[in-house]
């Protein structure tokens, strides 16, 4: 394995820094308030991100998650891993700049890979042109989201229409988008991982209600984490995206590469969070000298190094294996990253906030907020424990005494 970038990635990536530092640092906070005050019905993106995405695309940095060629520049995912890394020091508005932000990555990925021509000129175009928004409508109150053999919402085909009927919430990037990939049950009687469907639903659609964006940490401005009820809503046939009981099988290609995308977004916010102490530490002065000469600090920055260094080194190896062997060859790799590097992040950010004292708690700082959006990772995409389950079980089976093979 090497890691070291070829020229065209190292070229992007300087590129990113240097777009980050003129247009997305000195007007961060500005670009959060907006997204919050100002994204809705037909509102995508406030102004001010939508000034600097025209500028990103203006550019040639947009995109960039793509890996196959016809849609974007075909980067392997662990060399697109080293620019998410980038994004991820803001990791709110910089994803969003180059139109890389989550669920909108997610969903163009399954739509390239198993959507229909029509699907893909209907929504695919206008999602990588960056005229509309998408969100992903998967969990659902009533059950736990960590087991989606649960899952109750369900669609009936009826004539030439799905008609869709559920209550879904969570369902993040619903405010101000256009587009809902929904799974359902569409054969009830099927095996527990052949029940489920994905089904494209425009968000005009009669019968989808926005119910409201759930309140996440006392936050729920942006494009939200929303509750859905779907109520008879009708959708033609051909909005079926994959094959009929495939859900399970596009949600794993969907769910491989945008771990990565969240694991390299962690090291990239804990990274800044690590700047952020260590500048403290040097400039702050307290009971006879720096922070940075106290022992505990200093176990705080040692420690914080080593284990930033630690994930980077194994979601790029994640990213690899999924480059060179596919992604059922990574699986192990993708579920130990998705929890060494989430649980990182929160560690790297509360030490850094520790650091900081009370200003690390305000908003004065993008600390408190990384902090809140991290911790949302531990839960999103599977929760640490059903991660460490699985991965147990793998190793495990890998150990489990074999049956004698008869003469």
């Known amino acids: 394995m090497d890691f070291t ?71 392997k995912n662990w060399e697109y891993g080293l620019l998410c890394e980038e994004m991820g020091r803001s990791p709110m508005a910089a994803p969003m700049a180059f139109n890389c932000s989550a669920p909108d990555t997610g969903n163009m990925e399954i739509l390239a890979e198993h959507g229909t021509e029509e699907q893909r000129e209907r929504w695919l175009d206008p999602l990588l042109e960056g005229r509309i928004r998408s969100c992903f409508s998967m969990t659902e109150p009533e059950v736990s989201g960590s087991d ?53 639903v425009p968000t005009d659609t009669p019968g989808f209600n926005l119910v409201r964006p759930i309140s996440v940490m006392g936050h729920d401005g942006g494009p939200g984490h929303c509750e859905i009820r779907y109520e008879e809503c009708r959708v033609p046939k051909e909005n079926l995206l994959g094959e009929r009981g495939a859900g399970f099988a596009v949600a794993q290609d969907r769910l491989g590469p945008g771990r990565i995308h969240h694991c390299m977004r962690a090291i990239g916010t804990a990274e800044r969070a690590h700047e952020m102490m260590c500048r403290r530490a040097n400039e ?24 930033i260094d630690q994930a980077r080194l194994m979601v790029l190896h994640a990213a690899w294996r999924m480059d060179t062997e596919g992604k059922r060859a990574a699986r192990q790799d993708i579920s130990m990253i998705k929890v060494i590097a989430a649980q990182m992040h929160q560690r790297v950010l509360d030490r850094a906030m520790q650091v900081h004292g009370a200003l690390g708690m305000s908003d004065d700082t993008p600390l408190a907020a990384a902090w809140r959006q991290g911790r949302w990772l531990r839960i999103a995409d599977g929760p640490d424990e059903v991660h460490k389950m699985v991965i147990a079980l793998r190793e495990l089976n890998r150990f489990k005494p074999r049956e004698p093979v008869e003469a």
């Open 148 to 200: 989606p053999t649960l899952l109750q919402a369900k669609a009936t085909l009826d004539g030439d229409e799905w008609v869709v009927e559920g209550h879904k919430w969570f369902t993040s990037g619903a405010v101000g988008a256009d587009l809902a990939i929904a799974m359902v049950v569409t054969d009830p009687d099927a095996h527990p991982y052949a029940r489920a469907s994905m089904i494209c």
């Open 5 to 75: 970038p070829s020229p065209e990635v190292a070229q992007l990536r300087e590129r990113v820094l240097d777009f980050m530092d003129a247009e997305i640092y000195p007007q961060e906070r500005e670009l959060m308030e907006a997204l919050d005050e100002e994204v809705g019905p037909g509102v995508p993106y406030p102004d001010n991100l939508t000034a600097v995405r025209e500028k990103a695309k203006a550019d040639g940095l947009w995109n960039l998650f793509m890996p196959d060629e016809r849609f974007g520049p075909g980067l």
């Open 284 to 307: 702050r002065t307290a009971f006879g000298g720096p922070l940075g000469e106290k022992q505990f600090v200093q176990d705080f920055i040692a420690t914080s190094r080593m284990e």
